[in-house]
């Protein structure tokens, strides 16, 4: 329907890690992700902020990013997401700033109001402050980040006095700001008041949007509208759960296991989310690949997939992989080759013309062929014509 000429491919690295490994291995892990995402050409990184519950281990995405950035060429890197209401506006933007100097440009921030209330409950936070919050720290952000005369904010949470920023952003006018968007419209309603991309990090599971992403994505425009915004569909990113493998039968039997106790230990039995299966954990993969919410297969499947995503979302201009580790650690890196070998070209603009080139020859081989043999021969009569001259 509406995809770019070029979309953007990328992964959403919460992390999630199993409990009982060493967690030390798997932050190295997840820097060997982003090396191998960077050479397969992947365009994006964004790495979540978590301080709870087990599974998800990088407390501060900004510090992951400073060592991935020295450790790839191209590949941009985001907060997925920077929590506000657990920081000072002006210390997010000017760690944020910092990035964008050190990476010459390569960062993006991700803003969210903090996905696990365990995180608020610890830190005394009200979850019921979150949202608000979260849009009065942005409005701050923004205004740091574009003005520059001192600004004075007064806070019940937060307090501003004559403070600008130490150092001026190195992208101008900044680096690129979006919103998450799950399972309430808060998301797409701060996108749109504040003119944001939006990263749809729950395009499935739960809320009453889920299903229907053109009225979820209607909120964003009408929003906008109403602050004197547009929205953009290309910076619309929508994170999906992907395992390939040569074969839908391979690939199933490499997740199998995994993504049953991704699903049912940590969502269901840590988190509390309503089961999304009622029967055994090894099976839940079957139900979840049915009904869209996973793609368990091979590269074909993924590129039906985002053209049934295309379709019901009425465009979007990214999709971002949630990084899981459902199979063995080259099984992984096999899945996101396969993305980038077979997938990314059919949506980035990069076959069309090899097959344009390709269809030419094999219209054309017949009189070409022709061409060539009279060359040959006449190569064969110059030859004898110079022996007898000699």
Partial sequence: MALPERMKFGIFMAPFHWLGENPTLAIERDLETVEWLDYLGFDEAWIGEHHSAGWENIASPEIFIAAAAERTKHIRLGTGVTSLPYHHPMMVANRMVQLDHMTRGRVNLGVGPGALVSDAYMLGIDPTTQRQRMDES???????????EPITHESDWFTLRD?????????????????????????????????????????????AYARNMKDFWKIAEDTAEEYGNVMDRNEWRLVVHVHLAESKKEAMAQARERAGAYQREYFENTLGFQA?????????IESMVENGAWCVGTPDDLVEQIHRLDESSGGFGGLMIQATEWGTREQVKHSYELIARYVMPQFQGSLVSLRNSQKQSADLKDELNVLKTRSLEQAAKDYEAQRVSD
């Fill in 138 to 148: 942005l409005g701050v952000i923004k205004r740091l980040l574009t003005e520059t």
């Fill in 163 to 207: 403070a600008r920023l130490h150092l001026r952003p190195y992208t101008k006018p900044h680096f690129p700001i979006s919103a998450a968007a799950a399972q309430s419209p808060s998301g797409m309603v701060l996108a749109g008041k504040h003119g944001l991309g939006v990263l749809s990090v729950s395009v499935v599971r739960g809320g």
């Fill in 276 to 284: 999304s299966f009622d029967g055994p954990q090894n099976q839940i």
